[in-house]
């Protein structure tokens, strides 16, 4: 019920004015704000990775991927919340605890193929459990910085990437063979522990049995130029369920289309000239089918997607004593300036996907937050009044009469639509009865 009143007037509205030249406008309906819902989590999603930006250390990042064989899926029932929550935690903690584990005791290889272990890093992990079809698809990405602080010496250790050859931290075939030994021994021993029926149990372990010969994926990419730009990449999946409205195309004869995000592996053409929005392009599902598909993907509560662990959280602690660490400032976090957040935000409105038309009404009606003022051209300069469903002001501070004004007017060409049993999920026609009303 919440996510399907999200952006309605069943949650009411805001109500902005400018600081700069005072003029009044409805920005729009309010949102759930649920992790799960697919039309919330824009304005957030680009706070984050700014406050993410800000708190990384300035050097390459390398990613990884780390992905289960799908004849696991069956473990991870969903069913029962608390062994779907503890599956989970094995699964993000042995990737963690893997990643640190090579980076503190396997030599990695840098500029000159010169090998030197690398010592206390900074990880970040984030979960995903779907794929473009919104089937099961357990999978964390990983990004792992290039430089390590040695506890043992108080120095820094850093890896540089060689221009002419490709280079990783460490070889996958490794890395997957004891990342497969690591996860699959805790995920044994967990299941002995729990209280999940007995079925459920020799069948999991009939499956754990057969995986322990099975090569498990990880993938690994180069460090780009920019540390931002591992942490955007990551952080463009936050607070997302595997499915974004500008991905639903058409909803028809009980059918749902849905726009793809790269090409199908059969597709023979080129796929820079590959149309994602033409309709004979997209695939298509039941009601019931997509319903039970996004679903699947909802985690358990209080669940948290994203984790970090190694050296920023040591520097931290390292702050509050009397001996912080001996890390060169060049490495250290820094705030961006306005241009640098400019940049970031502009780069993830080119990386999200659909139409032109929709990305527009997506921002108008989700993130008011970073509207632009139409009369003086100003951004971020409004004064934001939120008002419940009947009108009423949610706030404590004094309201301006024409605000007030103008919610009435609101409330009342609400109330004529529902009569007439129209819904609205954007307010661009409201707004424009509104400004003649206002006019006259």
């Not at 109500?15 to 030249?21: A, E, M, T, V």
């Not at 995000?261 to 796929?271: A, L, M, T, V």
Request: proline content about 2%; glycine content about 4%; overall charge positive.
């Amino acid at each position: 019920m919440k996510l399907s009143n999200c952006h309605t007037e069943a949650l009411g509205f805001a109500i902005g004015k400018c600081q700069s030249c005072g003029q009044e406008e409805f920005l729009g309906f309010l949102g759930c704000h649920d992790k799960n819902c697919p039309t919330c989590s824009g304005n957030r999603r680009y706070k984050e990775t700014i406050k993410m930006c800000e708190n990384i250390f300035r050097a390459p990042y390398f990613s990884y991927v780390f992905t289960l064989p799908h004849e696991l899926n069956e473990i991870f029932e969903i069913e029962n919340e608390n062994w779907h929550r503890k599956a989970l935690d094995i699964f993000m903690d042995s990737v963690s605890y893997i990643l640190m584990y090579y980076s503190k005791n396997i030599e990695c290889q840098g500029v000159n193929n010169q090998s030197k272990i690398l010592g206390e890093t900074d990880i970040v992990t984030f979960l995903h459990t779907w794929d473009q079809e919104l089937k099961k698809h357990i999978h964390v990405h990983a990004i792992i910085s290039s430089i390590g602080y040695s506890i043992k010496d108080q120095k820094i250790n850093e890896v540089q990437k060689n221009k002419n050859e490709k280079m990783f931290l460490f070889s996958n075939v490794k890395i997957s063979r004891d990342f497969r030994d690591l996860f699959l021994e805790r995920l044994e021993k967990e299941l002995i522990k729990s209280n999940t029926n007995e079925d459920f149990k020799n069948r999991s372990f009939s499956i754990i049995n057969q995986m322990k010969e099975k090569d498990f994926n990880v993938f690994a990419e180069e460090p780009v130029s920019g540390n931002e730009y591992a942490v955007i990449y990551l952080m463009q999946y936050m607070n997302r369920i595997g499915m974004s409205p500008f991905r639903i195309r058409k909803i028809k004869d009980s059918h749902v289309y849905l726009r793809r995000k790269r090409p199908p592996s059969d597709y023979q053409g080129n796929k820079e000239e590959y149309d994602f929005d033409a309709l004979e392009n997209c695939f298509y599902l039941s009601l019931d089918e997509f319903l039970n598909r996004y679903s699947s993907h909802i985690l358990p509560k209080k669940f948290k997607t994203m984790r970090r662990c190694g050296l920023y959280n040591y520097y931290r602690e390292k702050l509050k004593s009397d001996k912080p660490l001996n890390i060169d400032e060049k490495y250290l976090p820094k705030e961006l300036d306005e241009d640098k957040k400019r940049e970031i935000r502009e780069i993830m409105i080119k990386n999200s996907q659909g139409v032109k038309e929709q990305k527009q009404e997506q921002s108008y009606k989700t993130n008011f937050k970073t509207n632009i003022c139409r009369q003086c051209g100003k951004e971020n300069d409004f004064k934001i009044y939120i008002f419940d469903r009947l009108g009423n002001y949610k706030g404590k501070e004094i309201v301006p009469e024409s605000v007030i004004f103008k919610s009435k007017i609101l409330i009342h060409l609400q109330n004529d639509i529902f009569k007439k049993n129209i819904h609205h999920r954007s307010i661009r026609s409201l707004i424009k009865k509104v400004e003649k009303k206002d006019d006259s």
